[in-house]
């Protein structure tokens, strides 16, 4: 528990890999994440980044996006193509385009330079308890595959289909159509969606949402103006097409 009485996710032998070339902010962030309890790999390029993710496992992974041998968000795209670990990009541009590329991307947060140590270990609590509560799954419900025309999902196995082809989905679109073909015709306020699948402590913007749901049109080949799938509902929310809509 925090001083304000709040659950926080345990910190002590987790490890962390920061893949930072700046030594003036790698150094004190190790210091700052070993006096939290965890176990600090550092990585000064994106290519010793990438081998360090694929060697260690690591629980979380700091990302600066400005590294000397390749863009981070690179670095970001090939660690996704073989992990779900939680990612925290750090970076020195603060424009909005950048934090939706690098969300995008499939990072769980943006921090932008300079922060405050206690921020980060804030967002790095808030994201290891989100992707810990997705990753313990509640032993008397086993998750249920659902088929709507012709998308299916079966979040046991996380696989997505759409007519028989295999869907390539990063973890937060694959949450979000789970969610909405889950409830299919039902429409799904903005705030229920980013509390279940960001969950309620998320600190980033809400057009986070809108990018994801972009993504996924893409994937599906939705057109948002004429939706097959994934409908708007001004104002409010969400909603996937009811088995009805599909079968017309």
């Given amino acids: 528990m925090d ?12 490890q962390v890999i920061v893949i930072e070339d700046e030594a003036s902010i790698s150094d004190p962030l190790r210091s700052a994440l070993e006096r939290e309890g965890f176990r600090v790999e550092l990585a000064t390029t994106g290519a010793a980044g990438v081998e360090a ?8 992974v700091l990302l600066d996006l400005g590294l000397p041998d390749v863009d981070g968000r690179d670095v970001c795209r090939v660690i996704r193509t073989t992990s779900q670990v939680p990612i925290i990009m750090l970076t020195a541009r603060g424009l909005e385009t950048d934090r939706v590329v690098g ?9 932008v330079k300079p922060f405050s140590m206690a921020e980060l270990i804030a967002r790095i609590r808030a994201v290891l308890r989100r992707t810990g509560e997705r990753a313990a799954p509640a032993p008397a419900v086993t998750p249920t595959a659902i088929a709507i025309g012709d998308v299916a999902i079966d979040p046991a196995t996380h696989v997505a289909t759409q007519g028989g082809a295999s869907l390539v989905l990063p973890r937060r679109e694959f949450d979000l159509l789970h969610m909405l073909m889950a409830h299919a015709g039902t429409v799904l306020a903005r705030n229920k969606l980013m509390d279940e699948v ?22 599906l080949g939705d057109d948002a103006h004429e939706p097959r799938y994934i409908h708007t509902v001004r104002g409010v929310g969400f909603r996937f097409a009811s088995p009805a809509e599909l079968a017309g």
């Fill in 3 to 14: 001083p304000a009485g709040q659950w926080t996710a345990p910190m002590r032998g987790r």
């Fill in 53 to 60: 993710v694929r060697r260690a496992e690591p629980d979380i």
């Fill in 103 to 111: 969300l995008e991307l499939g990072a769980d947060d943006y921090l």
């Fill in 198 to 219: 960001w969950g309620v402590d998320w600190f980033g913007s809400t057009k986070t949402l809108d990018v994801h749901i972009a993504g996924l049109r893409r994937r």
